[in-house]
Protein backbone atom coordinates (compact mmCIF):
# COMPACT_ATOMS: atom_id res chain seq x y z
CA UNK A 1 0.00 0.00 0.00
CA UNK A 2 1.37 3.14 -1.17
CA UNK A 3 1.55 6.59 1.20
CA UNK A 4 2.72 9.58 1.43
CA UNK A 5 2.95 11.48 4.90
CA UNK A 6 4.41 15.18 4.68
CA UNK A 7 5.23 17.29 7.35
CA UNK A 8 7.28 20.65 7.80
CA UNK A 9 4.18 23.21 7.43
CA UNK A 10 3.36 26.09 9.63
CA UNK A 11 2.75 29.70 9.95
CA UNK A 12 5.98 32.30 8.81
CA UNK A 13 6.78 35.58 8.11
CA UNK A 14 7.16 37.11 5.29
CA UNK A 15 10.65 36.31 3.84
CA UNK A 16 11.06 33.36 6.06
CA UNK A 17 11.88 29.49 4.88
CA UNK A 18 10.42 26.60 5.64
CA UNK A 19 11.67 22.67 4.60
CA UNK A 20 8.73 20.49 4.07
CA UNK A 21 8.98 16.50 4.10
CA UNK A 22 7.47 13.60 2.51
CA UNK A 23 8.36 9.93 3.63
CA UNK A 24 7.23 7.61 1.44
CA UNK A 25 6.53 3.87 2.10
CA UNK A 26 4.94 1.12 0.05
CA UNK A 27 7.06 1.77 -2.74
CA UNK A 28 10.42 3.32 -3.60
CA UNK A 29 11.15 6.41 -4.28
CA UNK A 30 13.67 5.75 -6.60
CA UNK A 31 11.00 4.08 -9.48
CA UNK A 32 8.45 7.68 -8.96
CA UNK A 33 8.10 10.49 -10.28
CA UNK A 34 7.71 12.75 -6.82
CA UNK A 35 5.92 15.85 -6.95
CA UNK A 36 4.66 18.46 -4.69
CA UNK A 37 1.59 20.24 -5.13
CA UNK A 38 -0.06 23.61 -3.86
CA UNK A 39 -3.89 24.18 -3.44
CA UNK A 40 -4.65 27.75 -2.39
CA UNK A 41 -7.83 29.10 -0.90
CA UNK A 42 -10.66 29.66 -3.45
CA UNK A 43 -8.25 27.67 -6.41
CA UNK A 44 -7.80 24.21 -8.14
CA UNK A 45 -4.43 22.20 -6.99
CA UNK A 46 -1.83 22.91 -9.05
CA UNK A 47 1.93 21.40 -9.25
CA UNK A 48 4.89 23.39 -8.52
CA UNK A 49 7.77 21.18 -8.83
CA UNK A 50 8.74 17.66 -9.32
CA UNK A 51 11.46 15.25 -9.39
CA UNK A 52 12.26 12.26 -11.91
CA UNK A 53 13.48 8.58 -11.05
CA UNK A 54 16.87 10.19 -12.72
CA UNK A 55 16.93 13.16 -10.70
CA UNK A 56 15.78 15.62 -12.88
CA UNK A 57 13.96 18.03 -11.32
CA UNK A 58 10.82 20.81 -13.18
CA UNK A 59 9.63 23.50 -11.76
CA UNK A 60 6.26 25.18 -12.35
CA UNK A 61 6.74 28.28 -13.66
CA UNK A 62 10.24 28.19 -13.89
CA UNK A 63 10.68 31.17 -12.20
CA UNK A 64 10.18 29.45 -8.97
CA UNK A 65 13.26 27.77 -9.17
CA UNK A 66 14.86 30.69 -7.59
CA UNK A 67 13.13 30.48 -4.05
CA UNK A 68 11.89 26.74 -3.99
CA UNK A 69 14.07 23.60 -3.98
CA UNK A 70 12.61 20.19 -4.85
CA UNK A 71 15.21 16.96 -4.03
CA UNK A 72 15.20 13.78 -1.94
CA UNK A 73 16.87 11.36 -0.30
CA UNK A 74 17.09 7.80 -1.18
CA UNK A 75 18.34 6.39 1.67
CA UNK A 76 15.64 7.40 3.80
CA UNK A 77 12.59 7.27 0.92
CA UNK A 78 11.92 10.95 1.84
CA UNK A 79 11.26 13.83 -0.90
CA UNK A 80 12.00 18.00 -0.05
CA UNK A 81 11.20 20.78 -0.79
CA UNK A 82 12.84 23.84 0.36
CA UNK A 83 11.04 27.14 0.40
CA UNK A 84 12.77 30.07 0.74
CA UNK A 85 11.29 34.11 0.64
CA UNK A 86 8.15 32.81 1.34
CA UNK A 87 5.61 35.32 0.50
CA UNK A 88 1.69 35.60 1.54
CA UNK A 89 0.67 34.19 -1.60
CA UNK A 90 2.18 31.09 -1.33
CA UNK A 91 -0.10 30.34 1.35
CA UNK A 92 -2.17 27.06 0.88
CA UNK A 93 -1.96 23.29 1.26
CA UNK A 94 0.83 21.59 0.50
CA UNK A 95 0.06 17.85 -0.61
CA UNK A 96 3.24 15.14 -1.92
CA UNK A 97 2.37 13.64 -4.62
CA UNK A 98 3.86 10.52 -6.83
CA UNK A 99 3.11 9.08 -9.64
CA UNK A 100 1.12 5.76 -9.96
CA UNK A 101 1.92 3.27 -13.06
CA UNK A 102 4.47 6.01 -14.57
CA UNK A 103 7.29 7.64 -14.23
CA UNK A 104 6.60 10.85 -15.47
CA UNK A 105 6.63 14.17 -14.20
CA UNK A 106 3.26 16.71 -15.33
CA UNK A 107 4.11 18.91 -18.36
CA UNK A 108 2.48 21.64 -16.80
CA UNK A 109 1.54 22.65 -13.58
CA UNK A 110 -2.16 22.31 -13.83
CA UNK A 111 -1.76 18.76 -14.93
CA UNK A 112 -0.64 17.28 -11.66
CA UNK A 113 -3.78 16.92 -10.34
CA UNK A 114 -4.29 14.05 -13.32
CA UNK A 115 -0.46 12.76 -13.37
CA UNK A 116 0.22 11.79 -9.67
CA UNK A 117 -1.79 9.08 -8.47
CA UNK A 118 -0.87 8.50 -4.71
CA UNK A 119 -1.34 11.63 -2.49
CA UNK A 120 -0.59 12.49 0.86
CA UNK A 121 -3.13 13.92 3.26
CA UNK A 122 -1.26 17.73 3.00
CA UNK A 123 0.28 20.20 5.04
CA UNK A 124 -0.70 23.66 5.52
CA UNK A 125 1.90 26.85 4.80
CA UNK A 126 0.56 29.85 6.06
CA UNK A 127 2.38 32.90 5.40
CA UNK A 128 1.85 36.32 7.21
CA UNK A 129 3.26 39.31 9.61
Known amino acids: QVQLAESGGGLVQPGGSLRLSCVGSGFMLRFSAIGWVRQVPGKEREGIAC????????YYPDSLQGRFTISRDLAKNTAYLQMNNLQPEDTGVYYC??????????????????????WGQGTQVSVSS
Open 97 to 118: AASSGNSYCPTTGDRAPRTFGN
Open 51 to 58: ITPRNGTI
